[in-house]
């Protein structure tokens, strides 16, 4: 049988009891087919635990999520519920209720419910309002949770006659504990016995735990606690250990499953929708005992921003492990150190970096020697000296400052010669020439020699 399966099987079938059968049914009455299958599994189990090793762990394959309906369909639980789920696994919680005591019967329409809780911190945690806490139903009702123990939980305006106190433990996210001992009931009387709210001590029960209440995300946790029932730990394929399964129902959708764990749900529609949930016999009976068929409603309001809808919702949620543990300490917050302020007297002054001097350029044996006899020649070269200048004679004066004739040939005029002009210095000329005349004449007095008078031109 399927983890979760559809089921087409009438809700109102016939209920039959286990009571009488339970008392008459033995070894003897158990066909041989069934006691050779379980002693055949009795027999693996040896087998497996002997040639075990203790670092092997057997691992169980996980179930495939399976397609309820069209709109309802199972889903794998958060990863952050699954991690939070093992912090907890080290705990065995042991449920006794101390008051009322069983079988007593109250003076009173109001019961005071006290109970003892060991080998489980009980809790709730301020910053997320979740812990570790107790599920106390009375009879079929909605379970209410207990965070402290030290409160009474006091119930009031109860009918007369016969009813029953159940308590569990739960996680934070309100899934049950389900080891033994994690379960206690009493039931007790108002001002007389009556025979409703009296479960049968040896058939099994079924305790409604979730959903109920406001939800403001999915998947939508179902879950419940199995009493007096075998927890199906050796798997769904031997035929003795079929002897239940659970049909729920929500909003008219019908499924059946044979684990005892919780299944998280999606499909949900906005507002309002109702769950319902029954103990069955494998082929589809109705476990008649009280409280096995019970149904609760439940709001669905998406977009919630309480910290079991983050949950579900996938999100990571700072020092969410407070919801666990109750010592736990957040951790330090990593402070960033800042920049030490650096002293004007220690900070170094920037480089000047200076442009490089330029190099004279290497010369050859060749330049060198050439430079130095450049070098002595100048230094040897004569003085010029400068030679007396006599005056030039009036008529090369004359001569020279006359223009020459202008050419008018065509030779000329075509090409006209273009000549560097020569300054003479026909002053010098005349006195070098007067001096010659003067010594071939042998005359001193040179106002002998001419009775012209020597007219000085300017020299151009």
């Known amino acids: 049988m399927s983890a979760i399966a559809n089921s087409n099987q009438p809700e109102d079938k016939a209920k039959t009891s286990r009571v009488q059968s339970a008392k008459r049914n033995g070894w003897a009455n158990i066909p041989w087919k069934k006691l050779s299958s379980l002693l055949i599994a009795i027999a693996l189990c040896f087998y497996l635990t002997a040639c075990g090793s203790k670092d092997e762990t057997v691992t169980v394959a996980p179930t495939k999520p399976v397609s309820i309906s069209a709109g309802i369909a199972e889903v794998?639980?958060?990863?952050?519920?699954?991690?939070l789920s093992r912090l907890l696994d080290r705990y065995e919680p042991q449920i006794s209720i101390i008051s009322p005591k069983p079988d007593q019967v109250l003076a009173d329409t109001q019961v005071s419910v006290k109970l003892d809780v060991k080998n489980l911190p009980i809790f709730k945690n301020a910053e997320f309002g979740l812990g570790p806490h107790v599920h106390v139903t009375l009879d079929n009702q909605e379970y209410k949770p207990l965070y402290e123990l030290n409160q009474t939980m006091t119930f009031d305006k109860l009918s007369a006659g016969t009813h029953t106190i159940r308590a569990f433990?739960?996680?934070?996210?309100?899934?049950?504990?389900?080891?033994?001992?994690?379960?206690?009931?009493?039931?007790?009387?108002?001002?007389?016995?009556?025979?409703?709210?009296?479960?049968?001590?040896?058939?099994?029960?079924?305790?409604?735990?979730?959903?109920?209440?406001?939800?403001?995300?999915?998947?939508?946790?179902?879950?419940?606690?199995?009493?007096?029932?075998?927890?199906?730990?050796?798997?769904?394929?031997?035929?003795?250990?079929?002897?239940?399964?659970?049909?729920?129902?929500?909003?008219?959708?019908?499924?059946?499953?044979?684990?005892?764990?919780?299944?998280?749900?999606?499909?949900?529609?906005?507002?309002?929708?109702?769950?319902?949930?029954?103990?069955?016999e494998p082929d589809g009976d109705a476990i008649a005992n009280v409280f096995n068929s019970t149904a609760h409603l439940i709001n669905y309001q998406p977009s919630g921003s309480d910290t079991l809808s983050r949950l579900m919702r996938g999100e990571k949620i700072a020092n969410i492990d407070a919801i666990v543990n109750p010592d736990y300490v957040p951790p330090a917050p990593v402070a960033t150190p800042a920049p030490e302020a650096i002293p004007a007297s220690e900070i170094p002054a920037p480089e000047v970096v200076t442009e490089p001097e330029a190099l004279e350029p290497v010369k050859s044996e060749a330049q060198k020697a050439s430079q130095q006899e450049v070098e002595k020649t100048v230094q040897t070269a004569p003085e010029p000296v400068a030679k007396p200048v006599e005056p030039a004679p009036k008529d090369e004066l004359q001569q020279a400052t006359e223009p020459d004739p202008?050419?008018?040939?065509?030779?000329?005029?075509?090409?006209?010669?273009?000549?560097?002009?020569?300054?003479?210095?026909?002053?010098?000329?005349?006195?070098?020439?007067?001096?010659?005349?003067?010594?071939?004449?042998?005359?001193?007095?040179?106002?002998?020699?001419?009775?012209?008078?020597?007219e000085v031109l300017p020299i151009k």
């Open 76 to 83: 794998a639980p958060p990863q952050e519920i699954q991690r």
């Open 406 to 454: 202008i050419s008018t040939s065509e030779e000329a005029i075509a090409e006209p010669a273009v000549e560097k002009p020569v300054r003479r210095n026909y002053l010098k000329d005349y006195f070098d020439k007067r001096a010659k005349d003067m010594a071939a004449a042998k005359v001193t007095d040179l106002s002998a020699t001419t009775s012209t008078p020597i």
């Open 169 to 280: 433990a739960s996680r934070p996210w309100h899934e049950s504990f389900k080891n033994q001992g994690a379960y206690a009931q009493a039931t007790f009387h108002v001002l007389t016995k009556t025979g409703e709210n009296n479960p049968e001590p040896q058939v099994p029960l079924l305790t409604y735990s979730r959903p109920v209440g406001t939800y403001g995300a999915e998947p939508v946790m179902l879950d419940f606690y199995l009493q007096n029932a075998p927890q199906h730990l050796l798997g769904n394929d031997d035929e003795m250990l079929n002897d239940w399964q659970v049909r729920a129902t929500v909003d008219g959708q019908s499924f059946t499953f044979d684990r005892w764990e919780p299944i998280y749900l999606t499909g949900f529609k906005a507002g309002q929708n109702w769950v319902k949930l029954e103990l069955l």
